[in-house]
């Protein structure tokens, strides 16, 4: 009686076990299968309201056309049926019947060829749709990148604010100038001729050597633009000086005296200190004049301009 119990309590529990097992296996199935189908929704694109609305065109179009071929089908099981029947058809009955089924034919056709432009449009939407999406991904990029380079030149522009100036002097005067004024423009490493005797502060823009002077409205300032394919390039540290020297023949040093413009700039006022020193060295008198800078062009007023002294 004891070993009969014993199997029979084993029985119980290999079915119990069994039965749990399958119970786990249909759970963890159903948890993969609802985990599947969530993924595969997040995945799919959200149809707009004109995808759906074509949708439903489609189906209505796909539904009217299963009907008429039903229709068709009718027909034909009918026209069968009579002709076995009646042995010799109507011919009334007969054309009508014909001309319903050619109509439904045609009908049938113009569903088909309806359905045929609606599936093209659906595709080409879907076309147009991806490449506005790639359009739209390269533009994201192209202006993560500007954003990158627009906080790569404000850091450079906070170093530059942090970085010490360099304080050089200009002297407003080198001895007593007399004559008539030789003027030039310093902009980095190149030397711009701006005239002899001072310029014209009435009258339309004009040209004078390197430079293009336009006179204000009022005839008491002017701006004075460097020309950019004009103008002398400064040799190197060491080397002479003498194409920019070369500008001074025939101004003698007892009767004229240089008057220097200097961009607000380190090479600038490296430039200037080399000319300054050359021009010295020659017995030049010099003045430094002083202005005001807007879009690359000099603002200079009558009143500080330096004329024949």
Known sequence: MALRRLNQDSSLELLLDTICNVFGGIVLMAILI?????GTLARMPTP??????RSLEARKLAFEKA????EVADLDRQR?????????PDSNALSELVGRYGEFKVAIKTAGTRLSRQKTDVEKEQRTLGEAQLKKSRTDLRLRAKRQEAQVLKQQLLDLAKRPRQNIRLPHRRGAARGTARYYLIKDDKLFRAGVGGIRWIGPAYTLEDCLITPGADGTSATIKPLKTMGIGMPDAGKPLDAVLATLRGYPPRGYYCVFCVYRSDKSYQ???RMRKAVSDLGYSYNVQAFSVA?????VFRASYHETE
Do not use: K, P
């Open 48 to 53: 707009t309201q004109q995808d759906m609305a």
């Open 80 to 88: 069968a049926a009579f002709a076995v029947t009646s042995g010799q």
């Open 271 to 273: 430039s200037f200190q």
């Open 34 to 38: 609802v985990l599947q189908m969530q």
């Open 295 to 299: 879009d690359g062009a000099l603002s």
């Open 67 to 70: 009907r008429l071929a039903q």
